[in-house]
């Protein structure tokens, strides 16, 4: 089994999906409404957001040893959603920039996210490498399973390019199986509990075993008032049973 991706041609066309298919949709848009002068109005597919917490925690994985600011631009259309995110801890010690594309339908949502990880000062990266076996990116395909009429989701990905590499120099396929149960409370108040598993060897474990538990979770999301306007917040209890350790964070978010 061998994959071959033009990896500029692939951001090529995150950029082109991200900034001018968005306003092609936009022009064609019904939803509209007119400004005081008579100028015609549109409802924006956008949306901005930025989260801050207090561990940053991905997968069972800890990134960081400080609080980190999560910023992120977003599209949606129709099922459609094309994102770019960044992460940057306000000690330096964990950056990241992120592109992905997804496309949901009914209980079924597919996607490929563009993972890159600059250092603290960024002089001796180069975002424009592209070759897989001297890039930076990390090229996931993901695919989630939420049931309609059922609150549990099962989560598949797998790494297709990039540096997600073994020792050896070949290409690892990472890979990893998340379940999750969520229950919803009144007030949008809602507890997810999930765990979460590495299914072949590797980055989740190092590279060293190829089935191994290493996310255990319980998210619970709410929301704290100042006067009419609410802040959402959530709580996260993290294990990862194979490092054999414990996290308990704390996150605020921007809408």
């Not at 500029?8 to 949709?25: S, T, W, Y």
Request: hydrophobic share 40%.
């Amino acid at each position: 089994f061998k994959m071959i991706v033009d990896m500029k041609r692939c951001n090529l066309f995150f950029l082109i999906i991200f900034f001018v298919f968005p306003f092609e949709i936009w022009a064609q848009g019904t939803d509209n409404t007119k400004s005081d002068d008579g100028s015609l109005l549109h409802y924006s597919n956008f949306s901005a957001s930025v989260e801050f917490t207090t561990k940053y925690m991905w997968r069972g994985i800890e990134y960081g040893t400080s609080p980190v600011f999560l910023p992120m631009l977003s599209y949606d259309y129709k099922g459609l959603n094309v994102y770019a995110m960044g992460g940057y801890a306000t000690n330096g010690s964990h950056q990241e920039v992120d592109f992905g594309i997804s496309y949901n339908y009914k209980w079924l949502t597919i996607g490929v996210n563009d993972y890159y990880y600059p250092t603290a000062v960024g002089e001796k990266d180069n975002y424009f490498v592209f070759k897989n076996r001297e890039t930076g990116h990390y090229v996931e395909a993901v695919a989630t399973i939420m049931p309609q009429k059922l609150p549990v989701y099962l989560l598949l990905s797998s790494y297709i390019f990039g540096a997600d590499k073994r020792p050896s120099g070949n290409q690892a396929f990472s890979s990893y199986m998340e379940i999750g149960y969520i229950h919803q409370f009144k007030g949008d108040n809602s507890m997810t509990v999930l765990v979460g598993a590495e299914i072949n060897k590797g980055f989740y474990t190092s590279y060293e075993k190829k089935i191994s538990v290493c996310n255990v979770a319980a998210k619970y999301v709410t929301s704290v008032s100042f006067g009419k306007y609410k802040l959402p917040v959530s709580a996260s209890l993290v294990f990862n049973p194979y490092k054999e350790k414990a996290y308990f964070t704390f996150s605020a978010y921007l809408r």
